[in-house]
């Protein structure tokens, strides 16, 4: 199956401040790219996705960006609130998650 | 209504006994998955159905079995229950896209 390979595994960063999540893939034909938001004690959540014929996606303070050369593709937050501070997870088309970055968003 | 429905949200077991997680969705998805999540937080996918077809069977123990009696159903059966095996379960399903989860079922093997 496809791996997918998430880093930073912890980010902190200040309120108001972006945060980027970046996760890189192995097979060129991959098309599809979610990320995932994980809240304590619940399942994860869809946020946004992107397919493979764009190099960009945004939806409201979250955006994807892809880089299909590279085979990387990034979460960015703008504008972070507390609010945000969770488990967030990239995975592959196959459904295999990457290791999860834990975001805390100081107030 | 919620999508995607797991039970029982908790179950503690003792070793060597035989346990059940359900999971139904009402989506209309054709594929369904198990995951197992760790105390790391790392998510682990073990099965995946396609249309009550198994199409993903990742390295996990003969003990857990997935059924599926239909394409809005998965249950994992967990034979001789370990230690290890105490984690959360999520179940998800998905079309196409991207996978709405469970609540996950929080599994203590004691």
């Known amino acids: ?107 | 209504d919620t999508a995607v429905s797991q039970t029982p949200k908790y179950l503690v077991t003792q070793m060597g006994n035989d346990k059940s997680i359900k999971c139904e969705q009402n989506l209309g998805h054709d594929t369904m998955y198990w995951y197992k999540q760790d105390s790391k937080k790392f998510l682990k996918i073990m099965f995946s159905y396609n249309n009550k077809e198994l199409i993903i069977n990742e390295t996990v123990p003969n003990r857990f079995s997935p059924k599926s009696p239909d394409k809005a159903h998965l249950n994992l059966h967990i034979n001789s229950l370990e230690l290890g095996d105490s984690a959360v379960y999520f179940c998800a399903s998905s079309q196409g896209t991207g996978a709405f989860f469970g609540q996950g079922t929080r599994l203590t093997v004691v």
């Open chain 1, 1 to 107: 199956g496809e791996n997918v390979e998430q880093h930073p595994s912890t980010l902190s960063v200040q309120e108001g401040d972006s945060a980027v999540i970046k996760c890189t893939y192995s097979d060129s034909a991959s098309n599809y790219f979610p990320w995932y938001k994980q809240e304590l004690g619940k399942g994860p959540q869809l946020i946004i996705d992107i397919r493979s014929n764009v190099g960009e996606k945004k939806d409201q303070r979250i955006a994807v960006t892809l880089n299909k050369t590279a085979k990387h593709f990034s979460l960015h937050i703008t504008e972070t609130q507390p609010e945000d501070s969770a488990v967030y997870f990239c995975a592959a088309p196959d459904m295999r998650f990457g290791a999860g970055t834990r975001l805390t968003v100081k107030p």
